[in-house]
């Protein structure tokens, strides 16, 4: 006569009467766990069965369970221990998670916090007793799901804000490059102009086109993202390389909100600031 077992779910045997006599003397098995016989009609507490009524167990500490119940196959997930439960670890992991999420480590700590206690909480239903912790698992969720709430509101509010602040500084040196390039192209249209003065007696060219494409490649210089769409970014004032160092000869028709605009001078220097009188 042979005896299968039944606990959580999983079932283990079949063992001889005689080996479940022994297990449940010494505390392997408990009265609680379930079993069966051939011809049984369902599943009975080992307590009930009549091949073992007269068997009085008596809970000791307990041999493994993965050897005692069936030698021959090792199994997994079967704890039945005869000793006072301890706390779980990822109970008290969470715990402590919980608070620093609420406190000094909010960043760090909400997510870690969440996963010890879900795992913690897992682990006590499925010990069968053995780990005790649940209220300390759920106090750690709480307070690592509000700290993440709450982090969570403070950055809704402060990313607009930061993003009020950085937007504008982000245009800001978006301007400051258009600004440099276009300083840059009006200075190499100046220089184009002091070559041409050099073939024309001093004079600069009557109209800026007049460079291209012998002293300019191309008439792309002459445009500027600061103005798009405007074939001619620039007034162009000629005159003569004899001209005086600090004359104007070119102004961007562009000017930020200061007021500034780009100037070039005969001597192909130049700068973003506000034109001289007159201009």
């Known amino acids: 006569m042979e005896i299968h077992i039944a606990r959580n779910g999983k079932q283990f045997g079949p063992f001889s009467v005689e080996e479940v006599r022994r297990q449940l003397a010494t505390g392997e098995l408990f009265p609680g766990d379930l079993g069966w016989m051939q011809g049984a009609a369902d599943w009975v507490p080992l307590s009930s069965m ?158 800026l086109d007049d460079l291209v494409p012998d002293y300019l490649p191309d008439r792309s210089l002459f445009t500027s993202d600061l103005s798009p769409g405007l074939p001619m970014a620039y007034d162009y004032f000629g005159g003569s390389s004899k001209d005086p160092a600090d004359k104007v000869l070119l102004i961007s028709k562009y000017k930020n909100r200061h007021g500034k605009r780009i100037i070039i001078f005969v001597d192909s220097s130049g700068r973003v600031g506000i034109p001289p009188p007159g201009y």
Request: with cysteine; charged share 10%.
């Open 50 to 207: 009549p091949a073992l009524v007269s068997i009085e167990p008596r809970q000791e500490a307990v041999v493994s369970p993965l050897r005692a119940l069936n030698p021959t196959r090792p199994v997994a997930g079967i704890v039945g221990p005869a000793h006072a439960p301890s706390t779980s670890g990822a109970a008290v992991a969470s715990l402590i998670l919980g608070v620093l999420s609420i406190s000094i480590l909010p960043f760090l700590s909400n997510i870690p916090g969440i996963v010890c206690g879900h795992v913690a909480r897992s682990n006590i239903r499925n010990s069968d007793g053995a780990l005790t912790g649940d209220g300390m698992a759920i106090a750690g969720l709480v307070m690592s799901y509000l700290g993440l709430a709450l982090w969570g509101l403070v950055l809704l509010v402060l990313l607009p804000v930061l993003a009020g602040i950085a937007l504008p500084v982000f245009g800001e040196v978006q301007q400051r490059g258009k600004e440099t390039k276009a300083l840059s192209n009006a200075k190499q249209i100046a220089t184009a102009c002091m070559l041409y003065s050099l073939d024309h007696k001093d004079a600069f060219p009557p109209k």
